[in-house]
Protein backbone atom coordinates (compact mmCIF):
# COMPACT_ATOMS: atom_id res chain seq x y z
CA UNK A 1 0.00 0.00 0.00
CA UNK A 2 1.43 3.64 -1.56
CA UNK A 3 1.66 6.69 1.05
CA UNK A 4 -1.29 8.34 -0.88
CA UNK A 5 -3.75 4.71 -0.61
CA UNK A 6 -2.52 4.79 3.47
CA UNK A 7 -3.84 8.38 3.40
CA UNK A 8 -7.19 7.82 1.70
CA UNK A 9 -7.42 4.92 4.00
CA UNK A 10 -6.75 6.62 6.99
CA UNK A 11 -9.40 9.35 6.26
CA UNK A 12 -12.47 6.80 5.27
CA UNK A 13 -11.54 4.70 8.86
CA UNK A 14 -11.37 8.52 10.73
CA UNK A 15 -15.06 8.96 9.17
CA UNK A 16 -15.49 5.44 10.01
CA UNK A 17 -15.09 6.53 13.57
CA UNK A 18 -16.90 9.41 13.73
CA UNK A 19 -20.61 7.15 13.07
CA UNK A 20 -19.00 4.42 15.42
CA UNK A 21 -18.45 7.17 18.38
CA UNK A 22 -21.99 8.66 17.71
CA UNK A 23 -23.67 4.90 18.07
CA UNK A 24 -21.40 3.92 21.28
CA UNK A 25 -21.75 7.46 23.32
CA UNK A 26 -25.57 7.08 22.21
CA UNK A 27 -25.62 4.27 25.15
CA UNK A 28 -22.59 5.37 27.30
CA UNK A 29 -23.95 7.21 30.48
CA UNK A 30 -20.53 7.89 31.64
CA UNK A 31 -20.29 10.26 28.36
CA UNK A 32 -22.63 12.79 30.07
CA UNK A 33 -21.35 12.73 33.14
CA UNK A 34 -17.74 13.01 31.56
CA UNK A 35 -18.91 15.88 29.67
CA UNK A 36 -20.60 17.81 32.13
CA UNK A 37 -17.34 17.78 34.12
CA UNK A 38 -15.32 19.06 31.57
CA UNK A 39 -18.61 21.44 30.80
CA UNK A 40 -17.34 22.85 34.47
CA UNK A 41 -13.53 22.97 34.51
CA UNK A 42 -12.88 24.41 30.85
CA UNK A 43 -15.91 27.24 31.43
CA UNK A 44 -14.18 28.15 34.62
CA UNK A 45 -10.54 27.68 33.37
CA UNK A 46 -11.70 29.70 30.41
CA UNK A 47 -13.68 32.77 32.28
CA UNK A 48 -10.10 33.03 34.44
CA UNK A 49 -8.41 33.65 31.21
CA UNK A 50 -9.83 36.78 30.85
CA UNK A 51 -9.10 38.69 33.56
CA UNK A 52 -6.30 41.12 32.02
CA UNK A 53 -2.76 39.76 32.35
CA UNK A 54 -2.06 43.11 33.84
CA UNK A 55 -3.82 42.15 36.93
CA UNK A 56 -0.79 39.78 37.46
CA UNK A 57 2.13 40.23 39.29
CA UNK A 58 5.23 37.85 39.47
CA UNK A 59 4.69 37.07 43.21
CA UNK A 60 4.14 33.31 44.33
CA UNK A 61 0.58 33.79 44.42
CA UNK A 62 -0.12 34.46 40.75
CA UNK A 63 2.15 31.89 39.99
CA UNK A 64 -0.10 29.09 41.84
CA UNK A 65 -2.98 31.20 39.76
CA UNK A 66 -1.18 30.50 36.56
CA UNK A 67 -1.14 26.94 37.75
CA UNK A 68 -4.50 26.43 38.62
CA UNK A 69 -5.61 28.25 35.87
CA UNK A 70 -3.65 25.71 33.24
CA UNK A 71 -4.60 22.66 35.65
CA UNK A 72 -8.28 23.38 35.10
CA UNK A 73 -7.70 23.68 31.96
CA UNK A 74 -5.70 20.29 31.34
CA UNK A 75 -8.30 18.32 33.76
CA UNK A 76 -10.86 19.71 31.97
CA UNK A 77 -9.55 18.69 28.48
CA UNK A 78 -8.90 15.48 29.80
CA UNK A 79 -12.46 14.61 30.87
CA UNK A 80 -13.27 15.81 27.87
CA UNK A 81 -11.64 13.31 25.83
CA UNK A 82 -12.47 10.24 28.72
CA UNK A 83 -15.06 9.21 25.87
CA UNK A 84 -13.57 8.87 23.07
CA UNK A 85 -10.41 6.78 24.79
CA UNK A 86 -12.15 4.70 27.63
CA UNK A 87 -15.04 2.90 28.09
CA UNK A 88 -16.96 1.89 31.41
CA UNK A 89 -17.56 -1.68 32.06
CA UNK A 90 -18.67 -3.80 35.02
CA UNK A 91 -17.93 -0.29 36.80
CA UNK A 92 -14.09 -0.57 35.16
CA UNK A 93 -12.94 2.21 32.91
CA UNK A 94 -11.07 0.01 30.05
CA UNK A 95 -9.27 1.59 26.89
CA UNK A 96 -11.24 1.50 23.87
CA UNK A 97 -8.44 0.06 22.06
CA UNK A 98 -9.57 -3.37 23.79
CA UNK A 99 -12.46 -3.27 21.64
CA UNK A 100 -10.93 -1.92 18.43
CA UNK A 101 -7.70 -3.92 18.19
CA UNK A 102 -8.95 -6.76 15.84
CA UNK A 103 -10.72 -4.57 14.07
CA UNK A 104 -9.78 -3.39 10.20
CA UNK A 105 -9.18 0.25 11.53
CA UNK A 106 -5.59 1.47 12.30
CA UNK A 107 -4.34 3.17 15.67
CA UNK A 108 -3.12 5.52 13.33
CA UNK A 109 -6.67 6.52 12.41
CA UNK A 110 -7.81 6.60 15.78
CA UNK A 111 -5.41 8.70 16.89
CA UNK A 112 -5.65 11.06 14.31
CA UNK A 113 -9.65 11.24 14.95
CA UNK A 114 -8.77 11.56 18.73
CA UNK A 115 -6.56 14.42 18.37
CA UNK A 116 -8.46 16.22 16.01
CA UNK A 117 -11.64 16.31 18.19
CA UNK A 118 -8.93 17.66 21.03
CA UNK A 119 -7.30 20.12 19.43
CA UNK A 120 -10.77 21.68 17.55
CA UNK A 121 -11.86 22.31 21.74
CA UNK A 122 -8.61 23.64 22.34
CA UNK A 123 -8.82 25.91 19.50
CA UNK A 124 -12.02 27.03 20.43
CA UNK A 125 -11.50 27.13 24.09
CA UNK A 126 -8.09 29.66 23.22
CA UNK A 127 -10.27 31.75 20.86
CA UNK A 128 -12.45 32.44 23.91
CA UNK A 129 -9.82 32.90 25.75
CA UNK A 130 -8.07 35.70 23.80
CA UNK A 131 -11.27 37.37 22.66
CA UNK A 132 -12.16 37.57 26.33
CA UNK A 133 -8.63 38.44 27.47
CA UNK A 134 -8.39 41.49 24.70
CA UNK A 135 -11.64 42.58 25.33
CA UNK A 136 -11.91 42.99 28.83
CA UNK A 137 -8.03 44.47 28.71
CA UNK A 138 -8.84 46.96 26.04
CA UNK A 139 -11.96 48.48 28.52
CA UNK A 140 -10.24 48.40 31.67
CA UNK A 141 -7.04 49.56 30.34
CA UNK A 142 -7.93 50.84 26.74
CA UNK A 143 -4.64 49.03 25.73
CA UNK A 144 -3.56 46.10 24.98
CA UNK A 145 0.28 44.10 25.31
CA UNK A 146 2.00 41.84 23.85
CA UNK A 147 1.53 39.64 27.02
CA UNK A 148 -2.75 39.59 26.50
CA UNK A 149 -2.10 37.51 23.50
CA UNK A 150 0.47 35.26 24.96
CA UNK A 151 -1.09 34.79 28.00
CA UNK A 152 -4.00 32.72 26.42
CA UNK A 153 -1.71 31.22 23.88
CA UNK A 154 0.90 29.68 25.81
CA UNK A 155 -0.81 28.86 28.89
CA UNK A 156 -4.77 28.88 27.80
CA UNK A 157 -3.39 26.77 24.54
CA UNK A 158 -0.16 25.66 24.35
CA UNK A 159 0.34 24.19 27.90
CA UNK A 160 -3.16 22.38 28.29
CA UNK A 161 -3.31 20.96 24.70
CA UNK A 162 -0.13 19.92 24.76
CA UNK A 163 -0.16 17.70 28.09
CA UNK A 164 -3.54 16.29 26.90
CA UNK A 165 -2.64 15.04 23.80
CA UNK A 166 0.49 13.17 24.86
CA UNK A 167 -2.29 11.16 27.26
CA UNK A 168 -4.10 10.68 24.25
CA UNK A 169 -1.07 9.75 22.18
CA UNK A 170 -0.17 7.37 25.37
CA UNK A 171 -3.65 5.68 25.51
CA UNK A 172 -3.91 4.85 21.63
CA UNK A 173 0.10 3.71 21.17
CA UNK A 174 0.80 2.37 24.51
CA UNK A 175 -2.46 0.96 25.27
CA UNK A 176 -2.48 -3.01 27.03
CA UNK A 177 -4.66 -4.36 24.70
CA UNK A 178 -4.24 -8.31 24.24
CA UNK A 179 -5.40 -10.67 27.39
CA UNK A 180 -3.52 -13.28 27.22
CA UNK B 1 -2.92 -24.22 -9.46
CA UNK B 2 -4.34 -23.82 -5.91
CA UNK B 3 -5.21 -20.62 -4.12
CA UNK B 4 -2.97 -20.45 -1.24
CA UNK B 5 -4.69 -18.59 1.96
CA UNK B 6 -2.37 -18.26 4.90
CA UNK B 7 1.34 -18.22 4.06
CA UNK B 8 4.26 -17.95 6.75
CA UNK B 9 7.52 -17.43 4.88
CA UNK B 10 10.77 -18.35 7.57
CA UNK B 11 8.76 -16.18 10.01
CA UNK B 12 10.83 -16.02 13.24
CA UNK B 13 10.72 -13.73 15.85
CA UNK B 14 10.97 -12.71 19.89
CA UNK B 15 7.27 -11.96 21.63
CA UNK B 16 8.58 -11.59 25.10
CA UNK B 17 10.30 -14.32 26.50
CA UNK B 18 9.37 -16.39 24.06
CA UNK B 19 11.22 -17.26 20.50
CA UNK B 20 9.09 -18.42 17.78
CA UNK B 21 11.73 -20.21 15.10
CA UNK B 22 11.17 -20.55 11.36
CA UNK B 23 8.10 -21.52 10.53
CA UNK B 24 6.81 -22.10 7.10
CA UNK B 25 3.78 -23.54 6.09
CA UNK B 26 1.36 -22.66 2.74
CA UNK B 27 -2.85 -22.91 3.44
CA UNK B 28 -4.69 -23.22 0.68
CA UNK B 29 -8.34 -22.34 0.13
CA UNK B 30 -10.69 -24.68 1.30
CA UNK B 31 -9.19 -26.24 3.85
CA UNK B 32 -8.45 -26.88 7.72
CA UNK B 33 -5.51 -26.61 9.39
CA UNK B 34 -4.84 -27.51 12.74
CA UNK B 35 -1.92 -26.02 15.15
CA UNK B 36 -0.99 -28.14 17.87
CA UNK B 37 1.55 -28.22 20.41
CA UNK B 38 1.51 -28.26 24.01
CA UNK B 39 1.21 -25.22 26.11
CA UNK B 40 4.20 -22.74 25.51
CA UNK B 41 4.95 -23.64 22.43
CA UNK B 42 4.41 -20.97 19.67
CA UNK B 43 0.69 -21.90 18.59
CA UNK B 44 -1.01 -18.48 20.14
CA UNK B 45 2.36 -16.47 18.85
CA UNK B 46 1.95 -17.59 15.55
CA UNK B 47 -1.92 -16.02 16.18
CA UNK B 48 -0.74 -13.29 17.30
CA UNK B 49 1.89 -12.30 14.22
CA UNK B 50 -0.86 -13.13 12.48
CA UNK B 51 -3.27 -10.40 14.26
CA UNK B 52 -1.34 -7.78 15.42
CA UNK B 53 -1.10 -3.95 13.89
CA UNK B 54 2.88 -3.95 13.97
CA UNK B 55 5.19 -6.35 12.00
CA UNK B 56 6.90 -7.71 15.33
CA UNK B 57 8.84 -10.65 13.63
CA UNK B 58 11.10 -11.46 10.34
CA UNK B 59 10.26 -13.09 6.99
CA UNK B 60 7.11 -12.78 5.76
CA UNK B 61 3.32 -13.83 6.18
CA UNK B 62 0.95 -13.46 2.91
CA UNK B 63 -2.69 -13.30 2.67
CA UNK B 64 -4.13 -14.39 -0.42
CA UNK B 65 -0.57 -13.97 -1.85
CA UNK B 66 -0.29 -10.30 -0.63
CA UNK B 67 1.84 -9.49 2.37
CA UNK B 68 -0.23 -8.63 5.10
CA UNK B 69 1.50 -6.16 6.97
CA UNK B 70 2.05 -3.87 3.82
CA UNK B 71 -1.39 -2.81 3.84
CA UNK B 72 -2.00 -2.69 7.29
CA UNK B 73 -5.05 -3.18 9.06
CA UNK B 74 -7.08 -3.68 5.59
CA UNK B 75 -6.17 -7.20 5.66
CA UNK B 76 -8.28 -7.71 8.86
CA UNK B 77 -11.40 -7.48 6.51
CA UNK B 78 -10.15 -10.63 5.43
CA UNK B 79 -9.51 -12.36 8.31
CA UNK B 80 -12.61 -13.53 10.56
CA UNK B 81 -10.83 -13.80 14.18
CA UNK B 82 -12.97 -15.78 17.05
CA UNK B 83 -10.74 -16.40 20.49
CA UNK B 84 -11.10 -15.33 24.11
CA UNK B 85 -9.34 -12.51 23.09
CA UNK B 86 -11.48 -10.94 20.63
CA UNK B 87 -13.28 -8.18 22.76
CA UNK B 88 -17.10 -7.07 22.38
CA UNK B 89 -18.63 -4.66 24.20
CA UNK B 90 -19.70 -6.72 27.22
CA UNK B 91 -22.96 -3.95 28.60
CA UNK B 92 -24.65 -4.48 24.77
CA UNK B 93 -26.56 -7.16 22.67
CA UNK B 94 -25.45 -9.24 19.96
CA UNK B 95 -26.93 -7.13 17.70
CA UNK B 96 -25.76 -3.45 19.41
CA UNK B 97 -22.59 -5.09 18.64
CA UNK B 98 -22.78 -5.54 15.37
CA UNK B 99 -24.34 -2.23 15.12
CA UNK B 100 -21.49 -0.81 16.61
CA UNK B 101 -18.59 -2.73 14.41
CA UNK B 102 -19.86 -3.65 11.15
CA UNK B 103 -19.11 -0.33 9.17
CA UNK B 104 -15.53 -0.84 9.83
CA UNK B 105 -15.52 -4.23 7.27
CA UNK B 106 -16.07 -3.33 3.89
CA UNK B 107 -18.45 -5.97 3.24
CA UNK B 108 -20.70 -7.22 5.90
CA UNK B 109 -24.00 -8.75 5.67
CA UNK B 110 -26.17 -7.97 8.49
CA UNK B 111 -29.06 -11.05 6.83
CA UNK B 112 -25.68 -13.37 6.80
CA UNK B 113 -25.30 -12.60 10.85
CA UNK B 114 -29.11 -13.02 11.54
CA UNK B 115 -29.06 -16.22 9.53
CA UNK B 116 -26.25 -17.65 11.15
CA UNK B 117 -27.08 -16.75 14.53
CA UNK B 118 -30.52 -18.75 13.80
CA UNK B 119 -28.50 -21.75 12.77
CA UNK B 120 -26.70 -21.99 15.81
CA UNK B 121 -28.95 -21.21 18.31
CA UNK B 122 -28.09 -17.86 20.07
CA UNK B 123 -30.29 -14.64 20.64
CA UNK B 124 -28.44 -11.66 19.03
CA UNK B 125 -30.84 -10.05 21.54
CA UNK B 126 -28.96 -11.49 24.21
CA UNK B 127 -26.56 -8.72 25.91
CA UNK B 128 -22.98 -10.01 24.97
CA UNK B 129 -21.40 -10.11 28.93
CA UNK B 130 -24.36 -12.24 29.55
CA UNK B 131 -23.38 -15.19 27.23
CA UNK B 132 -22.06 -18.16 28.17
CA UNK B 133 -18.33 -19.12 26.84
CA UNK B 134 -19.96 -21.62 24.28
CA UNK B 135 -22.66 -18.38 22.81
CA UNK B 136 -19.51 -16.12 22.59
CA UNK B 137 -17.70 -18.27 20.14
CA UNK B 138 -20.96 -18.68 18.03
CA UNK B 139 -21.90 -15.38 17.91
CA UNK B 140 -18.12 -14.04 16.93
CA UNK B 141 -18.24 -17.00 14.38
CA UNK B 142 -21.59 -15.44 13.37
CA UNK B 143 -19.85 -11.89 13.27
CA UNK B 144 -16.54 -13.16 11.31
CA UNK B 145 -19.20 -14.92 8.62
CA UNK B 146 -21.15 -12.17 8.00
CA UNK B 147 -18.13 -10.02 6.45
CA UNK B 148 -16.99 -12.70 3.98
CA UNK B 149 -13.34 -13.52 5.44
CA UNK B 150 -10.80 -15.43 3.13
CA UNK B 151 -9.08 -16.75 6.52
CA UNK B 152 -10.77 -17.47 9.86
CA UNK B 153 -8.20 -17.93 12.73
CA UNK B 154 -10.30 -19.84 15.02
CA UNK B 155 -8.35 -19.84 18.59
CA UNK B 156 -9.69 -22.95 21.39
CA UNK B 157 -13.32 -22.19 19.56
CA UNK B 158 -14.53 -25.20 20.67
CA UNK B 159 -14.03 -25.56 24.53
CA UNK B 160 -16.89 -24.97 26.23
CA UNK B 161 -19.17 -25.75 23.13
CA UNK B 162 -21.79 -28.63 24.27
CA UNK B 163 -20.75 -31.97 22.57
CA UNK B 164 -23.75 -32.40 19.95
CA UNK B 165 -23.27 -28.71 18.21
CA UNK B 166 -19.54 -29.35 18.13
CA UNK B 167 -20.25 -31.87 15.56
CA UNK B 168 -23.01 -29.39 13.49
CA UNK B 169 -20.30 -26.49 14.18
CA UNK B 170 -17.54 -28.42 11.50
CA UNK B 171 -20.43 -29.13 9.14
CA UNK B 172 -21.19 -25.33 8.72
CA UNK B 173 -17.38 -24.28 8.74
CA UNK B 174 -17.00 -26.93 6.08
CA UNK B 175 -19.73 -25.80 3.67
CA UNK B 176 -18.68 -22.13 4.94
CA UNK B 177 -15.11 -22.37 3.39
CA UNK B 178 -16.22 -24.29 0.65
CA UNK B 179 -18.76 -22.36 -0.15
CA UNK B 180 -16.30 -18.57 0.44
CA UNK B 181 -13.45 -20.44 -0.96
CA UNK B 182 -11.52 -19.44 2.11
CA UNK B 183 -9.32 -21.69 4.79
CA UNK B 184 -9.21 -22.32 8.36
CA UNK B 185 -6.90 -21.82 10.71
CA UNK B 186 -7.54 -23.57 14.29
CA UNK B 187 -6.16 -24.45 17.74
CA UNK B 188 -7.25 -26.48 20.22
CA UNK B 189 -6.75 -28.76 22.34
CA UNK B 190 -9.44 -31.82 22.10
CA UNK B 191 -7.48 -34.09 19.85
CA UNK B 192 -10.46 -35.94 18.91
CA UNK B 193 -11.86 -33.18 16.27
CA UNK B 194 -8.69 -32.16 15.32
CA UNK B 195 -7.97 -35.46 13.94
CA UNK B 196 -11.47 -36.35 12.14
CA UNK B 197 -11.86 -32.55 11.10
CA UNK B 198 -8.54 -31.48 10.02
CA UNK B 199 -7.15 -31.38 6.69
CA UNK B 200 -3.55 -30.74 7.63
CA UNK B 201 -1.40 -30.47 10.94
CA UNK B 202 1.38 -28.51 12.12
CA UNK B 203 3.12 -29.38 14.79
CA UNK B 204 4.67 -26.78 17.17
CA UNK B 205 7.69 -27.51 19.96
CA UNK B 206 9.17 -25.05 21.66
CA UNK B 207 9.16 -22.62 18.80
CA UNK B 208 9.56 -24.52 16.03
CA UNK B 209 7.53 -26.57 13.33
CA UNK B 210 8.47 -29.87 13.46
CA UNK B 211 5.56 -31.26 10.96
CA UNK B 212 3.35 -29.55 8.39
CA UNK B 213 1.98 -31.69 6.43
CA UNK B 214 -1.67 -33.63 5.32
CA UNK B 215 -3.26 -35.07 8.60
CA UNK B 216 -2.27 -38.89 9.16
CA UNK B 217 -3.67 -41.41 11.57
CA UNK B 218 0.14 -42.24 12.53
CA UNK B 219 0.20 -38.28 13.68
CA UNK B 220 -2.37 -39.18 16.88
CA UNK B 221 -0.48 -42.45 17.77
Redesign the interface.
Same mark, same amino acid.
Request: proline share 4%; aromatic share 12%.
Given at each position: ?DKNE?KD?TRG?VR?LQ??YK??QT?EVSSVGAWLGAGILLSVGTALFWIPSQEYGGDSLDQMMYVLMTYLLWIGLVLYMNPYTT?T??RKRKSIM? &?L???????RSILRFQLKKLFRMVLILGTVQLVGQCAVTAIAYRRLELRNLLFPILLGMLVPGVMSGLIVVTSVMCAKT? &?? | MERIILEFDHVTGIFGRFRLQDINFSLPAGYMMGLVGANGAGKTTCIKYLMQEKKRYDGLIRIDGVEHYTHGTAFRNQVGFVSEDNAFFEERTGSQNVDLMRNFYDDFDRELFGNAMETMKVSAAKTYGKMSRGERMKFQMAFAMAHHPLLYVLDEVTAGMDPVFRIDFFKILHEVIKKQEAAVLMTSHIDSELKKQMDYIGILEQGKMTYFGENRDQLWE
Open positions: MRRQLEFNLWIEEE &KQYLPVSRS &KS | -
